[in-house]
């Protein structure tokens, strides 16, 4: 697709890195935390919502250019968004980070097939080369933490499933990000999603409010680092560099997620880790520059 940053402040690759920052946190806080996932899942989408209701611009609703075709792909993206984190953050109770990590690294080969068929974006064979590289190096990043017990074969089953609707969520959200405005798609989205995970917590008699206020914590940090300035800003960029693009860029998650470990918690870094992330980071930096030299991007607007 034709790269166009003309309403971003900021260049699309900026904000791009910050929120591909912002998500690497993210199954590191899961991780850390005993709460139901579905519960940590709803407070975080709701929150997010709560805190983005005075920047919505309500007044656009009327002039909206939606059917109820396009109505009904928004809902669809809710509902994919949702069941991803039901997915993703379930899978992280039985498999390690690094394996659900490598699973949702296939993203944007889902993305691209999807992009093609939906789109019609054509992919020339050096951009798979680098794709296929950067996937590559994931692998390598995890080889020495994947599991093969039932467990590891279960979680890495629920990150599979939440890897091809979080691709189906970022195929719908490029569909309909020239009609409607990211921050009421994303207000939408995020409320749907919530209410997924209301739904799966009350069918399961999952209490709702008796946490600890390290808990709440928690849930409100989720809804600002890996949610607003994460996946808020991927809704942002749908319409500018496209959600395949989007979805490489997240294979970098794993490479941050280590450099911030290393950084912050003294982790050593394995010879694994530095190999694989060395071609990760190849692989997307070949992808990132063929994709400028395919579709120059537009002057953004640093008003």
Known sequence: MKINQSSLTFHPYILLFISILSVSI????????????????????YISVIIMLPFVPWKTLRSLEMNKKDWSTVFLAGLFLGLYFLFWMGSLVYTSVASSMVILSLQPLF?????????????NILTILC????????VIIAWGDIGVSREALIGDGLSLLGTILVSAYMLAGQRVSRKIDANLYSVIVFFIGGSVMLVYSLLNHITLIEYDSSDWTYFFLLAVIPTIFGQYIFNLLLKSIGATTVSVGIIGEPVLAIILAYLFLGETISIFQFIGGLMTLLGMGMYFWLQTLNYPIANYNSN
């Open 111 to 123: 993305v691209m097939i999807g992009s093609y068929f939906m789109f019609r974006e054509r992919t």
């Open 26 to 45: 993210s199954s590191i806080m899961i991780k850390s935390s005993d709460t139901p996932t579905a519960v940590a899942g709803m407070y975080r989408l």
């Open 131 to 138: 794709l296929i590289a950067a996937l590559f190096g994931s």
